[in-house]
Nanobody, 118 residues
Framework: QVQLVESGGGLVQPGGSLRLSCAAS????????MGWYRQAPGKQRELVAT???????KYADTVKGRFTISRDNAKNSVYLQMNTLKPEDTAVYYC????????????WGQGIQVTVSS
């Protein structure tokens, strides 16, 4: 099967930076779109940023200019550089990816906590 494992979360002060990483492993033939979502307490999961296999990128308006998504196809990985963090960025962050094994499915990581607080 497939696993997505996130790393890089934690506690940071407002204005600080964090870099999230997500690596996919398993019986992978191809990876198409990859992305980051987040879910704050009491709120629905929302899109943060996505990147296609060709490099096309989309950001939520709330993170434009502060967050940067990138991917390394050779490492089956996606990254999220988060700068100028705000308390409202506090959430559990999830990576996801559309991955073809013997069939194409959307896979999710287990989530990683990001807390922005002084």
């Amino acid at each position: 099967q497939v696993q997505l494992v996130e790393s890089g979360g934690g506690l940071v002060q407002p204005g600080g930076s964090l870099r999230l990483s997500c690596a996919a492993s398993g019986s992978i033939r191809s990876i198409y779109d990859m992305g980051w979502y987040r879910q704050a307490p009491g709120k629905q999961r929302e899109l943060v940023a996505t990147i296609t296999s060709g490099g096309s990128i989309k950001y939520a308006d709330t993170v434009k200019g502060r967050f940067t998504i990138s991917r390394d196809n050779a490492k089956n990985s996606v990254y999220l550089q988060m700068n100028t963090l705000k308390p409202e960025d506090t959430a559990v962050y999830y990576c996801n990816a559309d991955i073809r094994t013997w069939v194409t499915m959307t896979w999710w990581g287990q989530g990683i906590q990001v807390t922005v607080s002084s």
